[in-house]
């Protein structure tokens, strides 16, 4: 298990998630196999690559942040204990102590050069986007009209506006542009086969279900984070205040090492927690799945009342707007988390 989950798993501790059962596995489109399987090999590429750098990187921050609350309490520690006193027995091991420190925070700096050298932020940044237009091309595959002679090669422009969404980069264009030749002639006539679009319609709602039960999953796990967080740091700022009283009447190395150690860990512990953005994740999951539930409600009325070639421009509608919508938030999260990088800020 990758650090950072971890750490939010020991953090998390105590707590029973709502876990949603997964949706029925979705039973492909006849005329969209041969599509879904070239594309697969190319997104479960780039997805072991997304998750691969993307665990890297957030493992890295959360080390960064825990890291530095180690090293103020290795800066600490023996004057709480009394070793830094020249006549108390265990003074020869206070080095021990200082060497600790030294080695956490090279070690916080080897995590920061090594995390920046090998760009572990953008190759996840970038795999993740990859990975995700590829894994939605089956779906807007059938909305493209590749009848009409078009310059564009990647199937997401011919749909949505270029200049107002990333489209992937230029490996899905590539793929875009190998798949054109295939996908087309398995295109022509599929709108007039009533088979198709009820078979469509039903893969759609699984994908899209399989979406919505991503974001309340991370509603629910990122609302825990923040409440089970902010109550540690609540505990530890009042047991810093309290040392802080204590010290006033007693005068105890220890409640020093506690006034110095507990604030150190409650702000790394806030540090990383907004490094993760769990706020906006929450808030921004939970928009995405009450937008989602409405945009895939005509296509569940379609499903059920059985009228899917009567209501064929409501369910490509629909599709194309749940689309728009996750590609949307995909974006924002992309821009907002690209200028984090590694710093402690």
Known sequence: MAFHRTIQKLLLTGIALPEAPLPARPVQPVELVVLITAITPFHQAFNARAMDYGHRYRSAFWAIYLLSAVAVLCAGLPLALGWDNDNHDMNHYSIVWVLAEVLVILGIGFIYWRGHQQDWQGQWLKARTTAEFAWYLPLIAPLVDFDTPSTLTNWYNRLFDPQQQAQGGPEVDELCRSLTPLTSAAMKTVWSDPQFVAGYA????????????????????????????????????????????????????????????????????????????????????????????????????????????????????????????????????????????????
């Open 202 to 345: 039903r893969w759609a709602i699984a994908i899209l279900d399989g979406q919505c039960h991503y974001h309340r999953n991370v509603v629910h796990h990122q609302h825990a984070l923040l409440h089970r967080v902010h109550a540690i740091n609540s505990w530890l700022f009042g047991l810093t205040a309290v040392a802080a009283l204590a010290h006033l009447a007693v005068h105890s190395r220890v409640l020093t090492l506690v006034t110095t150690f507990f604030p150190a860990l409650g702000a790394s512990l806030h540090g990383a927690l907004a490094q993760t953005e769990a706020y906006r994740l929450e808030a921004t999951s939970a928009r995405i799945l009450s937008e989602l539930q409405r945009l895939t409600t005509p296509i569940r009325q379609i499903v059920a009342e059985q009228t899917t070639m009567e209501n064929i421009d409501v369910l490509r509608a629909s599709v194309l707007a749940s689309v728009a919508l996750i590609l949307d938030e995909h974006q924002d999260w992309h821009m907002l988390v690209q200028p984090h990088h590694l710093p402690l800020g």
